[in-house]
């Protein structure tokens, strides 16, 4: 961000306070406008009904951009992430599936998680390849192995715990969307209050600076994508829960592009350094709010992906046009 | 034969070409392997088989090599390619059955898509990364809609020729990715377009300073994968017989791993069409020999993934570099974390502390750079170090702050001997050197900066202590009357506040010894009295300050003594309530030294280029300079003054704010480098390794660059035509090794600034711009540099050199022209003293002084 430049005027400082207002919350006015534009061409979408759909579906969808924004902050990529879900969920299906209890076979797929989120990090931090291909390679070898797991066929889950967190409510609140809101939480007090995240933060924003400074800079990155990985096992199991269907197409590259979405519309930057919570949260918001009111208002499912491509590209072109006027005032 | 050999030598250094023999030995090798192993894989059946299958990924693999090249990448093949069938099966339904209009649909909406992504990336400047995630979703999400999520069967012959027929056994699609393989290769290596796109990849810098159109290069390569995706549409709907929305899922993947396997570099400026399709072959011969050995098809993907990393490790030589050297650093780290401690205030700088430094001497080879060099530096005093550039200091400081070992003498800290094993020895010992690059992050806050490393927790694994880090942060902050506060983001705060939080971090890291390298270089005035005010502050506690500058008012206000260094030794140390101004700078310069540099007579023509009262806005003020043919001009300042920008002003690198440029006669305030360049104007830029050179490209192609573009067919490089001039100017201008295809960045300084050199020679200019060229040159070099000068003039041209080198300049031109502050302030013919040409450089320190001027009130610019 550019410091003001010395403006003559009371106007000039207004229209500053405005710019900086709008940049700060981007993903929040973007919803805004997005539920007004939608209100209006049709009220049906802002029905209460509607409106708990948008929340529950955004659930898994804010889980996995989480993982994504941790991994983005830290000046990484992690393309394995979306088939790395479809592996989580099919280790936690199977394991139902073959009699163990719920506990263990939970605890299975966070393993899986975090030991796809271990082979990257060690890829990208000891060996030092670039994310991009890393995480390109290990997705393909994710590919095999969902592919692998699901040659035991479609696991139709009838465990009454996960039944009751994919449709259940707590005082109203649909489980689904209190995990999320808990992991939600988790990642925000990782983020302030401990070095590890200062350290995440830090090395998306000068790697070669972290490095000077003594951090483990290596141990760090591993540990990066490794919480990255136990987040995805989790958006796994929340997806899981929801359709309590266990199939190789529960996740792929569209979920993951979903993720992607929502934490860059939330203001992660690719570069690194910076993304938060709250605005991956509003982001997967409202990537939800798009395919779930579409559906409402009945626009056909296939149109739904192309719109949702219409505002990731809108998004990334506001976000360019804002970069090369900031330059220019510069 | 011995031509051969170091041909041979110079291919198997080289990683691209390391990559292809590595790539045709594997693919021998796992084609015996499987033939042995499992019959029926060697039949021609099989082969024909493989060949079909990554026939559409080596075809669109080609041009992500070149995307990659340029430094980008396409995510949206697959989906581009699923709307192109579409869009093709809905033209022929539409045309009522034309082949014709549905073909063009196709190669129309691929290449539709491709030129999107190239808006976007190129004009827009998106990142490549994001904006073709968007527009995979976008052809996706269209190809769905339009289609109605069906496939679509198409039945004209014509649309499934390519996909179905074969030619005397061989189906048609192998047939023109073989063509796609030989375009490519031809592209890249024979056209001036292939040239073009390696080095706008490999220095985008660098491209655009040699007047290369950067933006429509790039955005040509993400056309050509448009073109490509559209053939291989049609290939795809010939082999299904229908379009389909859900046609080319992970395309995109699998062709980035074919370019990858082949050695493409995602940093740009390295790839082949060539190693690309045996990187696409290899994939393709490893799925199906694991298939006939019966692996499961699950399995084959884990090993592609495998195989890419492999891959990676072994053609990226940086890769396994880094390897190592992190395996070393973790050795490393465990035992430098336990010995790092942080005091939570800044007490320990009141004791009072000596550094004395005897006698040391550093060489680097055979060059020495220090010699004898004696001086103390004690607690609460200032110090000046003052020298020419290439005098010595910074490695004085590097020395002292531990990065280099002393090759004699050594460090005394109060009477004891100091080793210094690295610069954490050195911080250990009190001795900090601020250079805020290194060590602070833009995206924390000052104390999350200050605390790096060493955050402070409630117990050994609770959380930060936020507030507490804040307050002590606040404290220092407060002490030293900061004006700016613990919880500001460190790239909220300007240059000169960054500077003095780094200030801040070294006093609470116990440092008694400050070093300042030209602190005030980036500053603004204001900013400028403020690092004034704290240095003061920082006296009043006792703290040493060895402060580098040359700008003579600061170093009379601030410091005590100055330290002169010249040629690597000491030769004054000097008390400056004694001494003057004109004193230190006799002391700096030395006796004249008699000039080694031969000088030609001028013969002084008409004025080619006439510079008026030009101003740029920021740096560059008022600079007036003219120019004639067959003379040689200097243009002398200090770092700073704004020499760099005079001349890429005149270039057309530069705004011209205000002021008039005229070259060759006509107004060139606002014109291109290019234009200027096709009119006679050469221009080579100080860096030569930002702007100057394309490392990864031979020496022929880095010296054949400008000259190309007049001389070749249609874009097709004659190698006959370009050898005999790469030979003719490296010849000329002496540059070792000979060999033309050797990668211009295993060559030393000097011969790597004669290529860019020979670059703009070869082009015949009457206008001749060098900013520092012999810098970083070694002696010989530099002779035959001012050899080529002198023979520019005789040929005609006006020369204008900048040099930090004033025996240089005044040796070898024929006068000389001093910038001071970004303004051109005096003239000397040939014949002047070094004494009084530095003398005009620096200015008097009497006159100028700290307070404000409406100028540099109107320059303020806070960053």
């Known amino acids: 961000m550019s410091m003001p430049v010395v403006a003559s005027g009371d106007t000039a400082a207004w229209a500053d306070k405005v710019r900086r207002f709008v940049v700060r919350f981007t993903p929040e006015l973007l919803l805004l406008l997005m539920v007004i534009v939608l209100a209006i061409a049709n009220p049906a979408t802002v029905r209460l009904q509607n409106l708990s759909d948008i929340i529950i579906n955004a659930a898994p969808i804010a889980v996995l951009a989480l993982a994504a924004m941790w991994v983005l902050v830290s000046g990484g990529l992690d393309l394995s992430a979306g088939y790395g879900v479809a592996m989580c969920a099919l280790l936690v299906g199977g394991a139902i599936e073959v009699g163990q209890p719920l506990p263990v076979a939970l605890l299975l797929g966070v393993a899986g998680g975090a030991a796809l989120g271990l082979v990257n990090g060690l890829l990208v931090g000891l060996v030092g390849m670039p994310p991009f291909i890393a995480t390109l390679a290990t997705m393909a070898a994710v590919q095999g192995i969902v592919l692998l797991l699901g040659g035991q066929g479609t696991v139709i889950i009838s465990d009454p715990v996960i039944a009751t967190i994919g449709s259940g409510r707590l005082f109203g609140v649909p489980w689904l969307v209190i995990i999320a809101l808990l992991a939600a939480g988790v990642v925000y007090l990782i983020a302030q209050f401990t070095s590890f995240g200062v350290h995440t933060y830090g090395l998306g924003s000068n790697r070669t600076s972290m490095t000077a400074r003594g951090v483990p800079v290596i141990w760090r990155t591993v540990q990066v994508y490794v919480f990255s990985g136990v987040l995805v096992a989790i958006t796994a199991i929340l997806l899981v829960a929801k359709v309590q269907i266990v199939d190789t197409s529960i996740a792929s590259t569209t979920t993951l592009m979903d993720a992607f979405a929502a934490t860059i519309i939330g203001g992660t930057s690719l570069f690194g350094g910076r993304g938060t919570v709250r605005g991956t949260l509003v982001g997967a918001l409202l990537i939800s709010f798009i395919s779930t009111s579409l559906v409402v208002l009945g626009i056909s499912p296939n149109l739904i992906q192309f719109f949702k491509g219409l505002i990731i590209v809108a998004a990334v072109v506001i976000d360019a046009l804002i970069r090369l006027a900031e330059k220019k005032s510069a | ?863």
């Open chain 2, 1 to 863: 034969m011995k031509e051969l050999k170091s041909r041979a030598v110079s291919l198997a250094r080289s990683d691209q070409s390391r990559t292809t023999l590595i790539l045709i030995g594997a693919i021998l090798c796992s084609g015996v392997f499987f033939g042995v192993g499992f019959p029926g894989f060697l039949s021609s059946y099989n082969f024909t088989n493989i060949a079909v299958q990554t026939a559409v990924i080596s075809l669109v693999a080609f041009p992500m090599t070149v995307v990659i090249i340029v430094r980008g990448v396409d995510l949206s093949v697959g989906s581009s390619l699923a709307l192109a069938g579409v869009v093709g099966a809905m033209a022929f339904q539409a045309s009522g059955g034309s082949s014709f209009v549905s073909l063009a649909a196709i190669i129309l909406a691929a290449v539709a898509v491709g030129a999107f992504n190239g808006f976007l990336i190129s004009v827009l400047h998106v990142n490549a990364f994001m904006a073709t995630l968007g527009t995979m979703a976008l052809a996706r999400g269209a190809a769905t809609a339009l289609s109605g999520g069906n496939a679509t069967p198409v039945q004209s012959p014509a649309i499934l020729f390519l996909g179905r027929e074969s030619l005397g056994g061989i189906p048609w699609s192998v047939i023109v990715t073989v063509i796609a393989l030989i375009v490519f290769a031809l592209l890249l290596q024979k056209t001036l377009l292939g040239r073009w796109l390696l080095a706008v990849g490999g220095n985008k810098d660098a491209a655009i300073a040699n007047a290369i159109p950067a933006r429509s290069v790039e955005f040509f390569a993400y056309v050509l994968i448009g073109l490509a995706v559209g053939i291989g549409a049609i290939i795809t709907i010939g082999r299904t017989g229908s379009a389909q929305p859900l046609a080319g899922q992970n395309l995109e993947f699998s062709a980035i791993t074919a370019s990858i396997i082949g050695a493409a570099s995602l940093a740009g400026g390295r790839g082949s069409a060539v190693s690309t399709f045996l990187g696409s072959v290899f994939v393709g011969l490893i799925s199906s020999g694991l298939s006939f050995a019966g692996v499961d098809q699950s399995m084959i993907y884990v090993y592609t993934g495998v195989l890419t990393v492999l891959a990676v490790v072994v053609s990226q030589k940086e890769v396994t570099a880094d390897l190592r050297g992190n395996v070393l650093y973790l050795a490393n780290s465990a035992r430098a974390r336990a010995s790092r401690r942080v005091r939570a205030s800044m007490g320990g700088g009141n004791a009072a502390h000596t550094l004395e430094i005897a006698e040391i001497s550093k060489s680097f080879g055979a060059t020495r750079v220090l010699k004898d060099v004696s001086f103390d530096v004690r607690s609460g005093e200032v110090v000046a170090l003052m020298g020419e550039n290439g005098a010595g200091k910074s490695t004085l400081v590097k020395v002292i702050a531990g990065n280099h070992a002393p090759s004699g003498g050594k460090l005394l800290l109060d009477g004891r001997a100091l080793e210094l094993a690295g610069p954490e020895d050195a911080r250990k010992a009190g001795i900090a050197v601020i250079h805020q690059h290194f060590s602070l992050v833009p995206d924390l806050t000052v104390a999350q900066n200050l605390f790096l490393g060493n955050e402070l927790r409630a117990g050994r694994f609770g959380p930060l202590r936020r507030r507490l880090m804040v307050a002590e942060t606040q404290k220092s902050l407060d002490e030293l009357e900061m004006p700016f506060a613990a919880t500001d983001r460190l790239s909220d705060l300007s240059v000169g506040h960054r500077q003095m939080v780094e200030i801040v971090r070294a006093l609470r890291e116990d440092a008694w010894l400050v070093i300042m390298d030209e602190p005030t270089s980036a500053l603004s005035s204001r900013e400028r009295d403020r690092l004034y005010e704290l240095i003061e502050r920082l006296t009043a506690r006792n703290t040493a300050i060895l402060y580098i500058s040359h700008k003579m008012d600061e170093v009379f206000h601030l410091c005590s003594r100055a330290v002169v260094l010249r040629d690597g030794q000491l030769v004054g140390d000097e008390n400056l309530d004694a001494v003057t101004s004109a004193g230190l700078v006799g002391l700096m310069v030395g006796k004249d030294v008699d000039s080694a540099f031969t000088h030609v007579p001028s013969n002084p023509g008409e004025v080619l280029v006439r510079v008026s009262n030009v101003g740029d806005g920021s740096r560059l003020i008022d600079a007036s300079l003219e120019v004639r043919a067959g003379e040689s001009v200097g243009l002398v300042g200090l770092m700073g003054s704004g020499r760099s920008e005079l001349l890429r002003s005149i270039a057309g690198l530069n705004r011209v704010a205000h002021g008039t440029v005229e070259v060759l006669g006509a107004d060139a305030s606002h014109a291109s480098l290019h234009a200027l360049a096709k009119k006679g104007l050469a221009f080579v830029p100080e860096d030569r390794h930002s702007e100057g050179m394309f490392p990864q490209m031979s020496v022929a192609a880095n010296i054949s660059l400008l000259w190309l573009r007049g001389k070749t067919t249609c874009g097709w490089i004659k190698a006959t035509l370009e050898r005999p001039e790469v030979h003719k100017l490296m010849t000329r201008l002496g540059v070792r090794p000979s060999d033309p295809t050797v990668a211009i960045k295993n060559l030393s300084g000097g011969n790597q600034q004669k290529v860019v050199l020979g670059r703009w020679l070869a082009l015949d200019p009457k206008i001749i711009l060098l900013d520092d060229p012999t810098r970083g040159v070694d002696v010989g070099a530099k002779s035959e540099i001012h050899a080529l000068i002198n023979e520019f003039k005789i040929q005609g041209a006006a020369v204008v050199v900048t040099s930090s080198e004033l025996p240089e300049v005044l040796g070898v031109t024929d006068r000389v022209v001093v910038m001071r502050e970004g303004s051109t302030v005096a003239e000397f013919a040939r014949g002047a003293s070094e004494h009084e040409v530095m003398a005009a450089a620096f200015g008097d320190h009497k006159r100028s002084s700290t307070a404000s001027s409406t100028d540099d009130i109107q320059k303020e610019v806070v960053r």
